[in-house]
């Protein structure tokens, strides 16, 4: 299922340094048979701005990189002329080959052991992430009934599912090594969820476990404990719309249950789904239920009119600071639309449910 996530894209890269291994050389092999001679690519570490630390010369359609490095490092090389010519890869210790596509997803990268694991993960993750743009294509750029796009709604939750197991499955094989490490602290909670993450930490080789990136993550799944599920809703106040000022707990203890649901209005999956929510809202309101959004907007002007031309009938806050939402901060809020459900004393009962997973659970709680 489709969401807005945090900063990158969960199949976007971000920059990774991790120890070193024992040798510190490193030979880069490449092709990159649509280039022409004299074609330059660049090498970056930068994995947000792309910044060079290198600059490469194709030459017969092919290229080299070598010297030394003490750290396992994710990195891309790419041309700067061509955006489709990209790779991201693991600069690490051993030969490393890198065969250069203009077709994207064709790329490929191998011989070293974080390469080769990095290959293997990808070429699994990508067969899954055209399915689901398959399936959103036809579900949200066509005219399709309510009943289909719920169809494919499930299916892309399925494969969202598939995803996540595999990326788990791929960090407990790799647990006791720097691939393992990569996956744990490059993939989001949407993915690899904190228990699971915390049962893989503890798994980890001493060495891998005391590193500040694992004790950071250690120390969020501790406070992530505080709003997980069985835990009290902590009460919240921010302003409606009108600039008046909006208790959370006044809401929840108005409602058998309530949803709280973190949206914004550049949100495109947050305003896909808001017809459904609407319809949610207004079979089960009678019985009991209750819905306030939370808005991650920074443009109240921009708020107000989604707000409007969506017909969104439930109270509203925002404190206006876009990600840095109190509320989303707390609550460790990182992809959007993101519901959590509580009950009438303010116990949290179900978090991340969207669609018929949503539905039926406050179906059943309103029995």
């Known amino acids: 299922m489709q969401t807005h996530l945090k900063g990158l894209a969960v199949l976007t890269v971000t920059g990774l340094l991790m ?170 909670e949407e993915l690899i969820d904190n228990a699971t993450r915390q049962r893989l930490i503890d798994r980890m080789p001493a060495a891998l476990r005391n590193r500040p990136a694992i004790q950071q993550l250690q120390t969020a799944i501790k406070a992530a404990a505080n709003t997980a599920e069985g835990a009290s809703l902590p009460d919240f106040t921010q302003p409606a719309p009108d600039g008046k000022p909006l208790s959370m707990l006044a809401e929840v203890h108005a409602h058998r249950i309530t949803i709280i649901d973190f949206w914004a209005s550049w949100c495109g999956p947050c305003r896909q789904d808001m017809p459904f929510m609407i319809s949610l809202y207004e079979r089960y309101k009678d019985r009991g239920l209750g819905i306030v959004g939370v808005s991650l907007d920074s443009d109240r002007n921009a708020w107000q009119k989604a707000i409007a031309d969506l017909s969104i009938p439930w109270p509203q806050m925002s404190d206006l600071k876009g990600w840095e939402n109190a509320a989303a901060q707390q609550f460790d809020i990182n992809s959007i639309p993101h519901t959590i459900v509580v009950d009438q004393q303010g116990k949290i009962l179900k978090r991340g449910l969207r669609g018929d997973a949503l539905e039926q659970f406050v179906a059943s709680q309103l029995q």
């Open 19 to 188: 120890a070193a291994c024992q040798s510190k050389s490193y030979q880069v092999n490449g092709s990159a048979e649509s280039m022409a001679d004299g074609d330059t690519l660049y090498l970056t570490t930068d994995m947000t701005e792309g910044v060079p630390t290198d600059t490469i010369i194709v030459s017969d359609g092919h290229f080299s990189l070598s010297g030394e490095t003490d750290t396992v490092r994710l990195c891309m090389i790419y041309s700067a002329a061509r955006n489709e010519i990209n790779i991201p890869f693991f600069l690490e210790p051993g030969t490393i080959s890198i065969k250069l596509s203009d077709t994207p997803g064709n790329s490929r990268v191998g011989g070293t052991s974080c390469n080769d694991a990095w290959q293997q993960l990808n070429d699994s993750v990508m067969a899954i992430g055209l399915e689901i743009n398959r399936i959103a294509e036809h579900i949200y750029g066509n005219t399709v009934s309510q009943e289909e796009q719920q169809k494919g709604m499930r299916q892309i939750e399925q494969l969202n599912k598939r995803f996540s197991a595999l990326v788990c499955r791929t960090a407990e094989k790799h647990i006791d090594n720097e691939f393992g490490y990569f996956l744990l602290t490059y993939y989001p």
